[in-house]
């Protein structure tokens, strides 16, 4: 009793870059419009990749990548925002250099701001963590620092595990990664 099977992650011959614009731009429609039904998901995915034919045999691994995220904590959390911002985009001077850098979701909580960052990779959450903890702190930094307002939390969402991860700032040292 209480045991469930480990959620299934997405063949591993599905990556790449382009399979990882596809489920940012998918989620970035679901997150603005989260009635949308799994047809209208496949019709947008069906444009998306019109110039990605590679990944048309992919398509439902990607659907139900998106229902499996739907019914996940998570989206709970999405759902339950004030606000929900996505490909927010920033520029910023640090010490002297540019830094640019594109938010992939910002939900607007009771407590500050959550800034999250969708990963894709082929990798544990951990790994994730360990890779880009630092990258997803200097945005939750330049958040604070470009629209004065609060970060209550700053994570990375492994969409392979659909699982979100602590905050990151308390991981280590910020760096511009």
Same mark, same amino acid.
């Given at each position: 009793?209480?045991?469930?099977?480990?959620?299934?992650?997405?063949?591993?011959?599905?990556?790449?870059?382009?399979?990882?614009?596809?489920?940012?731009?998918?989620?970035?429609?679901?997150?603005?419009?989260?009635?949308?039904?799994?047809?209208?998901?496949?019709?947008?995915? @069906?444009?998306?990749? #019109?110039?990605?034919?590679? *990944? +048309?045999?992919?398509? !439902? =691994?990607?659907? $139900?990548?998106?229902?499996?995220?739907?019914?996940?904590?998570?989206?709970?959390?999405?759902?339950?925002?004030?606000?929900?911002?996505?490909?927010?985009?920033?520029?910023?001077?640090?010490? @002297?250099?540019?830094? #640019?850098?594109?938010?992939? *979701? +910002?939900?607007?909580? !009771? =407590?500050?701001? $959550?800034?999250?960052?969708?990963?894709?990779?082929?990798?544990?959450?951990?790994?994730?963590?360990?890779?880009?903890?630092?990258?997803?702190?200097?945005?939750?930094?330049?958040?604070?620092?470009?629209?004065?307002?609060?970060?209550?939390?700053?994570?990375?969402?492994?969409?392979?595990?659909?699982?979100?991860?602590?905050?990151?700032?308390?991981?280590?040292?910020?760096?511009?990664?």
């Amino acid at each position: 009793t209480g045991l469930q099977a480990a959620p299934s992650l997405p063949d591993d011959s599905v990556g790449g870059t382009a399979w990882g614009d596809l489920i940012h731009r998918l989620l970035e429609q679901l997150v603005l419009k989260p009635s949308l039904t799994r047809e209208q998901l496949a019709s947008l995915a @069906r444009w998306f990749t #019109f110039d990605t034919p590679e *990944l +048309a045999e992919h398509l !439902e =691994a990607a659907l $139900d990548t998106l229902e499996q995220i739907r019914g996940s904590e998570f989206w709970e959390r999405v759902l339950g925002a004030k606000q929900r911002l996505v490909e927010v985009p920033f520029g910023q001077r640090v010490e @002297r250099n540019l830094l #640019f850098g594109i938010i992939d *979701l +910002a939900l607007e909580q !009771e =407590a500050g701001w $959550d800034i999250v960052d969708y990963k894709t990779d082929r990798k544990r959450l951990e790994e994730l963590i360990a890779r880009y903890a630092g990258q997803v702190a200097r945005y939750a930094q330049s958040w604070t620092e470009i629209a004065g307002q609060e970060v209550g939390f700053a994570g990375i969402y492994g969409v392979r595990e659909r699982e979100l991860s602590g905050d990151v700032r308390e991981s280590g040292p910020i760096s511009a990664e």
